[in-house]
């Protein structure tokens, strides 16, 4: 079995601030992580995913994560954030076996305060 | 550019009628899959598909059925709404594990 825990449902930071949104997994086999962005009204973007390369993952709009397997942890950060930012954020697990099926978080909304 | 298209952005439906969410994909991809979306409860996996005909059941499959007739199409079926079932949908097809494409979203409310 599979699932992340989001801990933050919301977080606020200022316009120009670090971003910060924290994701733990659990997994019995190796998982692939993946990081969705979902704007008002707008569908699922990817973000960045892991799938067992670089354990530093870099993505779009200036978003990175880090795998840190001994923490079970997989959070996604931003060194300035900017207004476009607002927008709800997944973090998603999903464990390969020939076909996949993704296990979604509950979701960290994220506000720019300007 | 991978399209998933959901035939309906709005749905208003009565209780106990019979509703059906369409999900196309023009990128022949042979994984497709129906999730909901709750505030606070993210994104549930209701069902899967790894190819035509065939189904399988994801999370909260209770309520709910599919179909995939072809291998572009699936769709997903609530033989009697009930107000529970308001919420917003979400169709995806994916190829490999980095290729889940999603559609805009269904908002379907039961009243």
């Known amino acids: 079995a599979q699932s992340v825990t989001q801990l933050d449902s919301h977080v606020s930071v200022s316009e120009g601030t670090p971003v910060l949104l924290r994701c733990n997994y659990s997994s019995s086999y190796s998982p692939s992580l993946f990081w969705y962005v979902q704007h008002p009204n707008k569908g699922l973007q990817l973000l960045l995913k892991?799938?067992?390369?670089?354990?530093l993952v870099k993505g779009i709009n200036g978003f990175e994560a880090e795998f840190k397997k001994s923490e079970t942890s997989f959070h996604l950060t931003k060194p300035s954030a900017h207004m476009s930012d607002a927008a709800e954020y997944f973090c998603v697990v999903s464990v390969v076996f020939g076909n996949e099926k993704l296990t979604f978080g509950t979701g960290t909304r994220l506000t720019i305060i300007p | 550019d991978v399209k998933v298209t959901q035939s309906s952005r709005y749905l208003v439906k009565r209780t106990g009628e019979k509703v059906f969410l369409e999900c196309v994909q023009d990128m022949d991809h042979e994984n497709m899959f129906w999730y909901r979306q709750d505030p606070g409860l993210g994104l549930r996996l209701i069902y899967f598909?790894?190819?035509?005909?065939?189904?399988e059941k994801g999370d909260i499959p209770e309520g709910y059925s599919v179909s995939r007739e072809k291998k572009e199409r699936f769709s997903l079926i609530l033989e009697s709404a009930s107000t529970n079932q308001t919420s917003m949908y979400l169709c995806a097809s994916s190829l490999q594990v980095d290729g889940y494409t999603f559609g805009s979203g269904t908002r379907l409310t039961v009243v």
């Open positions: 892991y799938t067992s390369a670089a354990t």
């Open positions: 598909s790894y190819d035509v005909k065939m189904k």
